[in-house]
């Protein structure tokens, strides 16, 4: 389990979203802080994966947190703030935020976030070294409810992948796929692709008894 500590000043709002937390599989709430003092104090004593961090505090700024987490603690920060003033975005970015997410936001907003920051973590796991493509995804444009494709790629068609690499846990390949959903191997394989290049689906190779490796497709965790 991924262990979030939520950070807030308003009790109502900090129930809230340790509800998207505890409602999201995989997460759980670690604890609950109202100050910026007792965030820190916190992060302290129960070493949580991950702090969701408000910014206007009774105490101090959100921002002075970060800067105390940096300084003194292995945590990741996604920032949960009504603030939008330009100042505020660049010192939370500056100060290596995974994201910022303007209040008010609904529970699919919070949960593209901490799927992807799950996906990040057990990707980054399982590798001993980093490649440019991991690397990428890493640093790389966060996901989004709607993700955009590449022309010539459907949605509808997209879904009738997806599916098929949920249905097929161990991988497949591009004419695995396409004897499955009825796409022609080709547009099968693009679509693949671009499930690998967005950070969706991985590839490794299977080696047969003679020829060239196949390529095997399967979905990332959490993706």
């Known amino acids: 389990m991924i262990r979030v500590?939520?950070?807030?000043?308003?009790?109502?709002?900090?129930?809230v979203h340790s509800g998207y937390v505890a409602r999201t599989e995989?997460?759980?709430?670690?604890?609950?802080?109202?100050?910026?003092?007792d965030a820190l104090r916190l992060v302290a004593s129960l070493k949580p994966d991950l702090v969701l961090l408000d910014i206007y505090l009774p105490d101090q700024s959100g921002l002075d947190v970060l800067k105390s987490l940096r300084a003194n603690e292995d945590v990741d920060v996604i920032v949960i703030?009504?603030?939008?003033?330009?100042?505020?975005?660049?010192?939370?970015?500056r100060g290596g935020v995974l994201h910022y997410l303007i209040k008010p936001f609904d529970y699919s907003a919070l949960r593209d976030q901490l799927a992807h920051f799950a996906s990040l973590r057990?990707?980054?796991?399982?590798l001993d070294t980093a490649g440019q493509a991991d690397v990428d995804q890493v640093f790389g444009a966060r996901p989004t409810s709607k993700p955009l494709l590449p022309k010539g790629l459907t949605p509808e068609t997209a879904r009738l992948v997806e599916n098929a690499l949920r249905s097929h846990p161990d991988g497949l390949s591009a004419s695995e796929c396409a004897s499955s959903t009825g796409v022609a191997?080709?547009?099968?394989?693009r679509y693949l692709e671009h499930f690998v290049?967005?950070?969706?689906?991985?590839?490794?190779?299977?080696?047969?008894?003679t020829g060239r490796p196949e390529r095997i497709y399967?979905?990332?965790?959490?993706?």
Do not use: C, I, Q, W
């Not at 500590?5 to 129930?15: E, G, I, P, R, S």
């Open 5 to 15: 500590l939520v950070v807030d000043d308003d009790f109502m709002v900090a129930k």
């Open 26 to 37: 995989g997460f759980e709430v670690a604890g609950v802080a109202h100050t910026g003092g």
């Open 81 to 93: 703030t009504a603030a939008t003033d330009v100042d505020t975005v660049r010192s939370a970015m």
């Open 122 to 126: 057990d990707k980054l796991h399982r």
């Open 185 to 189: 191997r080709v547009s099968a394989r």
């Open 197 to 209: 290049s967005t950070g969706r689906a991985e590839v490794r190779l299977r080696y047969g008894g």
């Open 218 to 223: 399967g979905l990332v965790p959490g993706a």
